[in-house]
């Protein structure tokens, strides 16, 4: 069974967004063509209390892109975004979320930050997302979404720690690509073993 992965295609993450991702816009017809194809899609959806930890407004003297230590190790300070209920949390209003079977919210837990459609940035606390594969019967996943470097990336590099075929379709997803992420993400993912298409 093959699941397609929808990884945070949501306003804030649009041109015009908080935290926008250049052409995060042209990825979404492309990846509504794609949803028949496969026995499961998954949305995920980053979803943040207005005080997440990871904004570099809560923290004094701290601009956006900074990098910061957490108790779970090295955070990038965001922008706000993704603000549980906002308009720009919602996903782009042509993606076809009716076709999705599970949405999968993260990043909810004020304290630490979810990049990963798996697991929160400790690396250790799950999203649940793992268990509903597994009794569905899937083993092979296929990500598209935003962004290449930070939630699809560690998304990918997850799921083939925990056994999954992983393949990325670079073409339905865009980066941010911050001080050379991309290039790291990619090289990072290959070496898990994920299919970068």
């Not at 935290?19 to 995920?44: Q, S, Y």
């Amino acid at each position: 069974m093959h699941a397609l992965i929808v990884i945070d295609v949501q306003n804030d993450f649009c041109p015009g967004g908080a935290l926008a991702v250049a052409g995060g816009d042209e990825i979404v017809a492309p990846i509504n063509a794609l949803m028949g194809a496969f026995d499961a899609v998954v949305l995920t959806q980053d979803w943040h209390p207005a005080n997440h930890a990871s904004f570099a407004s809560q923290h004094a003297e701290k601009a956006p892109l900074e990098m910061i230590e957490m108790p779970y190790g090295p955070q990038v300070l965001w922008p706000d975004h993704c603000v549980q209920g906002s308009d720009g949390a919602a996903f782009h209003a042509e993606l076809d979320v009716d076709r999705a079977d599970l949405i999968i919210r993260k990043g909810f837990r004020r304290e630490i930050d979810s990049y990963s459609a798996f697991f929160e940035n400790d690396h250790a606390t799950p999203t649940g997302l793992e268990g509903y594969l597994r009794t569905r019967g899937i083993d092979r996943l296929t990500m598209v979404g935003l962004a290449t470097d930070f939630c699809v990336n560690y998304s990918a590099v997850d799921a083939a720690k925990l056994g999954f075929a992983v393949t990325v379709r670079q073409d339905l997803c865009r980066a941010i690509d911050l001080d050379g992420s991309l290039k790291a993400a990619q090289e990072g993912m290959t070496k898990a073993g994920v299919d970068l298409a």
